[in-house]
């Protein structure tokens, strides 16, 4: 079926240190992946996405990799910084349906 | 521009009642769809719409109806209202769905 799935649930690092959070789809036509940042009762906002014939993509401290072959990609922060703490979500595009659907969350907390 | 806006923010409803969850958008977007967020669940897509006049299900579309006479307003209808209807609800538009999705704020319904 249609789903992403999304870990860990909860991450905790400490400040400076690196986080990293996977995701895998289920459709190997799945062609965009965008990541989303949640801060406590804010909206979802667009952080950082990737199209499936790039294999990694960098802004600043995040990056996300693509690995389509096996269906999976990752967000990558380095350098933590306690304002980085907030839920990411990622997402995949489902060619056949046109849907975008999304991850469970991971609730991040940086500590200074 | 005002983006993506919903209306309203805060809703209390007993069961069996319903209601219209408003969403409008100034960006002449073609694609909208309305996200229900349950701790632990992430953003499940409820219905979507990719033009004036053309409207899909999602993954939970149980209980709820959406139309799409113009390009701005996507309005989410809940036809009985049951404790379960107890979310966040999201709405968001973008240029299609490799595109960025820009999320309104918000609407917290509780039903009881």
């Known amino acids: 079926g249609e789903n992403v799935e999304q870990h860990p649930s909860t991450l905790s690092v400490q400040e400076g240190d690196s986080a990293v959070i996977k995701c895998t789809y289920s459709?190997?036509?799945?062609?965009?992946f965008p990541w989303y940042k949640q801060e406590l009762g804010k909206r979802p906002q667009l952080i950082i996405d990737?199209?499936?014939?790039?294999g990694e993509k960098k802004d600043q401290r995040i990056a996300v990799t693509l690995n389509k072959t096996a269906k999976h990609f990752s967000l990558h922060i380095t350098e933590t910084q306690p304002e980085d703490s907030a839920v990411y979500f990622c997402a995949a595009r489902y060619i056949n349906t046109d849907k975008l659907i999304f991850g469970t969350g991971t609730r991040l907390q940086v500590f200074p | 521009n005002a983006g993506v806006t919903q209306t309203p923010k805060f809703q209390v409803l007993k069961t069996g009642q319903s209601m219209t969850l408003q969403c409008a958008q100034d960006?002449?977007?073609?694609?909208m769809s309305w996200y229900r967020q349950d701790p632990g669940m992430g953003l499940r897509l409820i219905h979507y719409s990719v033009g004036a006049g053309i409207t899909d299900q999602g993954e939970v579309p149980n209980g709820y109806n959406v139309s799409r006479s113009t390009t701005e307003d996507f309005p989410l209808r809940l036809l009985s209202a049951a404790p379960s209807q107890t979310s966040v609800y999201f709405c968001?538009?973008?240029?299609?769905?490799?595109?960025?999705?820009?999320f309104g704020p918000g609407t917290r319904l509780t039903v009881t």
């Open positions: 968001a538009s973008s240029d299609g769905l490799v595109y960025e999705q820009y």
């Open positions: 990737i199209r499936s014939n790039v």
């Open positions: 459709d190997s036509a799945s062609n965009y």
């Open positions: 960006m002449n977007h073609e694609y």
